[in-house]
């Protein structure tokens, strides 16, 4: 009899675990928790919000219930796969028994049941149910693929590929990973237990890269423009007494992964920074002109725009500057795409979301896709997959008044471009001086495959572009 009963318990009490939401990342700290124990949640909610060393993110639990036990405090630091959260997923049918003992924790992918229909989307790609009525019963069966997904996929993984009947089954992290990729969970083939969609079955349905290309998440970079305000995000915490002659500031998510990134891409890749002077009077009447323009309308214009614009047309007159390094296959790994960064200071530190295939995007479209990173920036959201597969970076110190520098390379990029303030100053134009607008571009490049030559054609792309903008028109 005390067997029934222990059993009886263990079924009430489903465990949620900390999910891995930046695809390899080890840990996450709990920023924030919306819930606490006796609270009434329901599939798709969002219960806490969390940072890893990428980006904060919001995370949903994946089953109705009651809260019973949050079993780490705000601010703890807690490793992929721990159990975060007990719920009680069948209230009122007995005295309730200690999750952590009644229960054994279940496996990410077995906690996600079938979402119903009408969900909202969140951030990590789960939906909010209208209502919490009914929950359909996950599906055993499995049908066979259309034959086209089927034999595509199946031999891009070598085994039987089945897919569900209804929805297809995935955990939030993955959802949010076919979302940002543009992948229709509905044509992958999943190969984890139970029909369970898995990442590496996201990226096979993706267009098939070669394994070297694939650069490195990038982490930091130097400041660009519209850094956020501060108060936007809670401070970190600080070790301090009354009267004390030091402040200790705990290093950790996101300034933990900036100082290791910044470290091992100056001791990993030889650096050259290049640097010129360059009037830019006429993209700025240029930049004048388009925010007055009917076609810009909705979209914010301002020198960045152009700036990027003339990097993407340099870029595409040099292509051997878009690429990156190999060191396990010693190889130069060629990028035919642009995903450009634009590095964004933010509250939790400095982080660099690119544009995803920006080289193919119309001016129209290149200002409302740097509206929405610098928005999503600001607001603290950007997502890890943002911040994945970037091949260059632009950061603009200038909007500091900082006249140049000289960035650091984000890890498994080739270069990065630094813009420094425009300011108006005494200019030799047409044989007179006159008041001029100028800046100073600096490129950082990668000695190792980017020699003094093509990266000074580069940088003086861009700076030609600048000084003549209608080379946007006669070099693209």
Excluded at 319 to 344: S, T
Excluded at 345 to 365: F, Y
Excluded at 383 to 388: C, G, K, V
Aim: charge should be negative.
């Amino acid at each position: 009899m005390t067997t029934m009963t222990d059993t009886s318990n263990a079924a009430r009490f489903r465990e949620f675990k900390m999910p891995d939401v930046g695809e390899g990342l080890t840990e996450a700290e709990i920023l924030k928790w919306y819930v606490q124990a006796g609270d009434t949640v329901t599939d798709g909610q969002v219960v806490c919000e969390v940072e890893t060393a990428k980006a904060a993110v919001e995370l949903p639990i994946p089953f109705d219930g009651v809260v019973h036990e949050l079993r780490f405090p705000e601010g703890t630091t807690v490793d992929v796969g721990q159990v975060i959260i007990a719920v009680d997923v069948a209230p009122g049918s007995g005295d309730a028994a200690p999750a952590a003992a009644s229960a054994p924790a279940a496996e990410p992918e077995a906690a996600e049941p079938e979402a119903p229909k009408g969900r909202q989307p969140v951030l990590v790609g789960y939906g909010v149910a209208e209502s919490s009525t009914k929950r359909r019963a996950r599906k055993g069966a499995a049908t066979a693929v259309p034959a086209a997904a089927a034999a595509i996929q199946g031999e891009m993984n070598g085994h039987t590929t089945v897919v569900p009947e209804s929805r297809p089954l995935a955990k939030p992290p993955v959802r949010k990973l076919a979302k940002d990729l543009g992948i229709d969970l509905a044509t992958v083939v999943p190969t984890g237990e139970g029909g369970i969609i898995t990442r590496e079955d996201v990226h096979a349905a993706a267009t098939p890269v070669p394994a070297q290309a694939q650069a490195p998440a990038p982490t930091a970079a130097p400041p660009v423009a519209e850094p956020a305000p501060a108060a936007e995000a809670p401070a970190p915490a600080v070790v301090t007494t009354v009267g004390a002659r030091e402040t200790r500031i705990p290093v950790k998510g996101v300034r933990k992964a900036i100082a290791q990134a910044m470290v091992g891409s100056a001791f990993t890749a030889p650096h050259v920074t290049e640097f010129v002077t360059v009037d830019v009077t006429r993209t700025m009447k240029l930049v004048a002109e388009l925010k007055e323009d009917k076609e810009m309308a909705g979209v914010r214009v301002n020198p960045l725009l152009l700036i990027a614009k003339a990097l993407l047309v340099a870029i595409k007159r040099n292509p051997g500057v878009n690429a990156a390094w190999d060191e396990a296959n010693q190889e130069i790994v060629q990028k035919h795409y642009v995903n450009l960064g634009i590095a964004a200071a933010t509250p939790r530190g400095l982080i660099v979301p690119n544009i995803k295939d920006a080289h193919e995007q119309t001016l129209p479209q290149l200002a409302a896709s740097l509206g929405e990173l610098v928005s999503t920036a600001r607001e603290g959201r950007t997502s890890p997959a943002a911040m994945a597969g970037g091949t260059v970076t632009i950061t603009n110190v200038g909007v500091f008044g900082v006249d140049t520098g000289t960035p650091i390379l984000n890890p498994g990029e080739s270069a990065i471009l630094a813009v420094g303030a425009i300011k108006l100053q005494p200019w030799v134009h047409k044989g007179k001086v006159k008041p001029r607008q100028v800046t100073t571009l600096a490129l950082s490049f990668d000695h190792r495959l980017v020699d003094g030559e093509l990266g000074s054609k580069v940088l003086a792309d861009v700076a030609a572009i600048l000084e003549q903008p209608k080379r946007l028109i006669t070099w693209a």
